[in-house]
C-alpha cells in the first residue's frame, strides 16, 4: 500500500456524509451577516452552531478595537515573540488575563489549540503522570501525549474513577496534573469540579482546568465553571481560548504559580509560531473587557439558552444532561441525525452534525449552541424547525 491509498478510505467516508445532497463538512456561508445570521446556499440562515456565546463577533467597539490596530500595527506580526519579539498589546492582554483571574501569571498563545499543547509539553515530561477526563478535546490528549508523560484516562465526570485512579499513584502524585474541562462542548455538561477539587487537595496533586466553552458563560464574573463552583482558587492552570466568547482567535493559561512566566522558555508550540496578529489582540482585549462590564450579556444567553432547553424537551427530544448554552440532540443513528441536519439546513437553520468517533458515547447528535445575540424571533425559528422534524 502506497502513501497515497489510505485516503481512498477517507473519501469514501467523504463521499458518505455528502450523499444527502451537502457534506456538513463543507458547508460554506456566502454572506455573515450578524453573529447569529448568514447565507448559506443562497438561503437566509440563522447560526445556531457556532460558539459565538457573547454575541460579540459585530460588536462594534470590537470592531473598531481591530480596524484601528491594523491602521496602527499592520496586518501581522510575522513571526514568533521569542524570536520576533512582542507587541505591547500581547504583553498588555496578558496582564489583563491575569487581573481577570487574579492570577500573577497568564500567558497568550496564537491558538487555543497552541494553548493546552504549550501548558502541558511545558508542564509534563517522562515520569510524570496525566488524569484525563475520557471527553476531554483532541487538544488536551494530544499535548498529553506530546509530553511524554504516562496518561491515564477517567471515567467522563465520574469523580470514582479519578480517586481510585489518585489511590494508584502512591509516590508518584508529587509528579501529578489531572486534567479536565470546565463545560463540555458536545453536550454541554459541566465537570464536578468542586469534588474533583477536594480529591486534588486531599491527594496533593495540581488541576488543570479547560474553560475554552465556559469562558463568559460560567460563574459571577464569567471565569467559567470553577469559579461558578467556588473553587478557582484550587485551579493550578486555567486554560482557554479568545475563539469563543472572545469572538477572535488565540489561546491563554492563567496560573496562581508565578513559574508560569517561565513557560515562554521551554514551550515550543509557543516558541516556534508566529503570535497573534495586532487586530486579533485588539478584538479580543476589547471582547474581555465587554465580557467583564456587560453581565446582561450572559443573563441574556442563558434565557435564551433555558427557552431552547425547554422546549425541546417539552418536544419530546432526548437531550444532554443539564441545560446550558450548548444543547445536544441525541438521534437513534447516524443517519437519522445526518438527514434530520439536512433538512433543518434547507429550513434556514444552521446546526452542528457530531457523529462518532467523535462524540460520547459514540452517539449522534445535532448540537446547537446558543448566543446572546439570538433574537427571541430566532429562537422561536429554531423551536419551529426542529419541531417540523419531528413530524416529518
Ligand atoms: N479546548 C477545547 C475544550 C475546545 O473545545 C477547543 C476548540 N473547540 C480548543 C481547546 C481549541 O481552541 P481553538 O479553536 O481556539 O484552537
Request: with cysteine; charged share 20%.
Amino acid at each position: 500500500m502506497s502513501l497515497l491509498d489510505k485516503f481512498a478510505a477517507v473519501k469514501e467516508t467523504k463521499n458518505a456524509l455528502g450523499c444527502t445532497g451537502q457534506d456538513p463538512t463543507a458547508v460554506v456561508f456566502d454572506t455573515i451577516d450578524t453573529a447569529t445570521l448568514g447565507t448559506v446556499n443562497g438561503r437566509k440562515t440563522i447560526l445556531a452552531g457556532t460558539n459565538n456565546y457573547l454575541g460579540l463577533t459585530f460588536d462594534p467597539a470590537c470592531i473598531a478595537a481591530g480596524v484601528e490596530a491594523l491602521e496602527t500595527f499592520g496586518s501581522g506580526t510575522t513571526g514568533s515573540r521569542m524570536a520576533n519579539g512582542s507587541y505591547a498589546a500581547h504583553i498588555a492582554l496578558e496582564r489583563e488575563l491575569a487581573d481577570f483571574y487574579q492570577c500573577p501569571n497568564a500567558g497568550v498563545f496564537s491558538t487555543g489549540y497552541a494553548a493546552n499543547l504549550g501548558v502541558l509539553t511545558a508542564l509534563l515530561g517522562s515520569g510524570d503522570v496525566v488524569l484525563l477526563d475520557s471527553d476531554a478535546h483532541a487538544s488536551l490528549y494530544d499535548g498529553c501525549r506530546m509530553s511524554g508523560a504516562d496518561v491515564f484516562r477517567f471515567k467522563h465526570n465520574d469523580v470514582q474513577s479519578l480517586e481510585k485512579r489518585l489511590k494508584r499513584l502512591e509516590t508518584r502524585a508529587n509528579r501529578c496534573l489531572i486534567v479536565t474541562e470546565g463545560m463540555y462542548s458536545v453536550l454541554g455538561d459541566c465537570a464536578p469540579l468542586a469534588e474533583i477539587s477536594e480529591l486534588k487537595q486531599r491527594f496533593g496533586v495540581l488541576l488543570l482546568v479547560d474553560e475554552a466553552h465556559s469562558l463568559g458563560v460560567y460563574g459571577e464574573h464569567g471565569r467559567g465553571v470553577a469559579e461558578a463552583q467556588g473553587v478557582l482558587d484550587q485551579v493550578d492552570f486555567t486554560v482557554g481560548t479568545f475563539s469563543k466568547s472572545l469572538g477572535a482567535m488565540g489561546g491563554f493559561c492563567a496560573s496562581r504559580h508565578e513559574v508560569l512566566g517561565l513557560f515562554r522558555y521551554v514551550s515550543r508550540p509557543f516558541i516556534f509560531t508566529a503570535s497573534p496578529s495586532p487586530s486579533v489582540i485588539a478584538t479580543t482585549r476589547e471582547a474581555l473587557r465587554q465580557l467583564r462590564s456587560r453581565p446582561e450579556l450572559r443573563n441574556t444567553l442563558w434565557a435564551s439558552a433555558r427557552r431552547l432547553y425547554s422546549s425541546l424537551q417539552g418536544l419530546g427530544y432526548e437531550l444532554g444532561p443539564e441545560v446550558s448554552p450548548v444543547i445536544a440532540v441525541r438521534f437513534r443513528d447516524r443517519d437519522t441525525a445526518l438527514s434530520s441536519w439536512y433538512q433543518l439546513l434547507k429550513s434556514g437553520v444552521y446546526v452542528n452534525l457530531m457523529l462518532p468517533p467523535a462524540t460520547p458515547g459514540g452517539a449522534s447528535f445535532l448540537r446547537c449552541s446558543v448566543s446572546a445575540a439570538h433574537t427571541d424571533e430566532q429562537i422561536s425559528t429554531i423551536i419551529e424547525k426542529f419541531t417540523e422534524l419531528k413530524v416529518t
